[in-house]
């Protein structure tokens, strides 16, 4: 079946955890990713939640590159309004509660081939489209907030010049060049 991944990711969480401290560290992330959560507008499924990311996904209809841009930006509006909301809460001088301004947020969006399988009483995403879509987490777009869409993707949509997409093209292992439209949010 084909279905639409949509993956909001924390951009600088390995060097969060890696130099702070476990415990304000795991608060504030919990914080920032219930706030994404809540901002899910557009009502798609949860596969998991990957320690900064969270996969949300659809089968059947596509959903609009401008309403994932919509989407993202209210994201990322929320995404800062908690990050703010922390910082004027926490009273803290550790190194977790110093460095939450460094968090930001990207997207990516892909549709591809996936399938849902049960394993005990859990669900999960199963396909190259989600490798491909985690690969697309590590890449070199000048940017740290941005909303990132696969060639696969938007081949359903004609207009995808009035998103002011740059494009990127990100070299893979096993799966080739992967070709990517991004904009800057």
């Known amino acids: 079946m084909t279905a639409t991944l949509y993956i909001p990711d924390i951009s600088g969480f390995s060097k969060f955890v890696n130099e702070t401290e476990i ?28 320690g900064d990311a969270i996969i949300f996904y659809q089968f059947g209809e596509t959903i609009e590159p401008r309403q994932f841009y919509n989407e993202s930006k209210k994201i990322l509006e929320q995404f800062h309004k908690k990050i703010e909301q922390l910082n004027n ?38 396909g190259k489209g ?20 696969t060639k696969q993707y ?14 990127y093209n990100h070299s893979t292992e096993h799966f080739g060049e992967i070709e990517t439209f991004f904009a800057r949010i």
């Open 23 to 50: 415990t304000h560290g795991q608060e504030i992330i919990a914080a920032l990713l219930e706030s994404i959560i809540e901002t899910n507008t557009l009502k798609m499924d949860i596969s998991e939640i990957e």
């Open 89 to 126: 809460k926490i009273e803290c001088e550790c190194g977790a509660c110093k460095a939450i301004s460094n968090l930001t947020l990207k997207f990516i969006v892909h549709a591809d081939e996936i399938n849902l399988i049960e394993i005990k009483k859990f669900n999960k995403l199963y």
């Open 154 to 167: 938007m081949q359903s949509f004609p207009h995808k010049e009035d998103l002011k997409l740059e494009t």
């Open 130 to 149: 989600v490798i491909v879509a985690h690969l697309l987490l590590k890449n070199n777009i000048p940017s740290s907030e941005y909303l990132l869409f």
